[in-house]
């Protein structure tokens, strides 16, 4: 008697992975938005307030490992090199370039704008995060809409 790994239906595939990534990423700014309600609500308690927070946090530190390729710790050594492999390092990276220059564009903006409306930090820290994320995570959809032939 011989021994046989167990299949792991429970567990996600590379390409399962791949898909959500491509399907996920119009869900992201409605995600955002309702973090945003529920932080900067006007009169809401204090718990609520924090909660969103920690909510916003988690969600951010999730789409920086997302966007940045980390290891799924989940998957397999297989499915992992499918998933990092050098296009997807590629054009992570390009993603992750286009959102740090949005975030230096909207932190200027908002240094100049300041001298016109009085800017609340909380706001400001939201808005400038989000917006480098958004534009980051928009880019990395546009540029993962589907793999170049390699026959063209």
């Known amino acids: 008697m011989g021994y046989r790994l167990r299949p ?8 399962t992975v ?23 609500r006007p009169g809401g308690d204090l718990f609520g307030r924090i909660l ?3 909510g916003w946090a988690t969600v951010t530190l999730a789409l920086l490992w997302w966007l940045f390729g980390l290891p799924l710790r989940w998957l397999s050594e297989r499915d992992e090199e499918m998933l990092n492999d050098e296009w997807h390092r590629s054009i992570s990276g390009d993603a992750a370039k286009w959102g740090m220059a949005a975030m230096a564009v909207v932190g200027c903006g908002m240094l100049v704008a300041r001298f016109w409306i009085p800017l609340d930090a909380g706001i400001a820290i939201y808005g400038l995060v989000n ?17 170049p032939d390699e026959d063209a």
């Open 8 to 15: 792991a239906f429970d567990q996600p595939s590379a390409e």
């Open 18 to 40: 791949q898909r959500t990534r491509r399907n996920m990423v119009w869900l992201i700014p409605l995600v955002v938005l309702q973090e945003g309600m529920a932080i900067f």
């Open 52 to 54: 969103g927070t920690v």
């Open 131 to 147: 917006c480098a994320l958004l534009v980051a995570i928009f880019r990395y959809a546009w540029l993962n809409r589907g793999e």
